[in-house]
């Protein structure tokens, strides 16, 4: 659907912006579920869940630093969908399509490219690599989203890798628990069920405490009682969730649920979201609160992905070097190299 019959339909008048957005450059799509957009507060210009599916002209603007592929995905791409950046996991992409589409995608450059799933060819080639690398001992399934695909596809998917590796732990990385929870049906489960050699985790991302509905809850409980453990990665989101006050509820709101607060990422330098971002200070003030506040259960580790695919590393000291004398962030990475970091300039 449109963005402006979809307003209509909402009762929601587009802004200046919302109207000026037009689809171009590694933009995705615009598509949200039934579900996901009645959460949303139609009289409310500034609504979190709004600024979360609703396109801007300011996507159409890019800034210095940005990039399509800030974590040289492609560059680490070992068969057509699989990316090797880390000597112990590799990630899987399972699909371009999501349920929704977040405006703060960092893997704009695949998700909603209509690429499709995975082909049978694309997953024996993943699965006869991580075969051939027995190091590898997690992979993420993500995307795009895996819960997707039909619960025939999953389990074909699934079964492919099983078969090679039988003891290859799973990383189910999908947003459909947040945004689409009756997709987290009986037949779903039974798959997960069927494929239980080694451990599965669920990874969801809720942005915001009013994610949080009984629908959501009951969709990830069905995970965390079939024994899969779910744990939650947060973008920290400017206009949506940099606040203490809203963090502190969405952690709790989390841990109440049985959910882990596992990362909150700072915004990568990903081309057309710098009106996203959170400037990194701002960023270290909220998490020094948030730590004054939470329990350590209830505390997520604040993580930021380095560009030019330096690596993913904790927000704190032991990384965070200072600032050059243009302003921008010093990064030592994992592997002992540097990365700057440029906050946003609006
Ligand atoms: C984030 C990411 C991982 C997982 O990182 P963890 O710190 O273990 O959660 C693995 N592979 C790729 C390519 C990633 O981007
Ligand atoms: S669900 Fe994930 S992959 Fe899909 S648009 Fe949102 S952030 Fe990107």
Redesign the pocket.
Known sequence: MAVKAFARKQGIVLTEKEQAWEKDGTS?PFGVSTYYASLITPSDSDDPIRRQILPTSCEMMYSPGESEDPLAEEEHSVTSRLIHRYAERVAFLVTDA?????R?????RF??TQRGPATTEDIIAAARYVGAHQEVKEILF????MFTLSNEKIDALIGEFRAVRPDLIIRLCS?VPV?LPSRITDGLMAVMKKHSSAPFFLMV?FNHPRELTAQSREATARFIDAGIPVFNQSVLLRGVNDDAGILEELCNGLLAARIKPYYLFQGDLVEGTAHLRVPLEKGLALVKELRRRLSGLAMPVYAVDLPEGGGKVPVDSMYLKGRDSDGAWVFETPDGGERRYRDPEV
């Open positions: 995705p999501c349920a929704v589409y977040c703060h995608c960092f893997r704009r998700t909603g993500t995307g795009g989203d947003r945004v991302q």
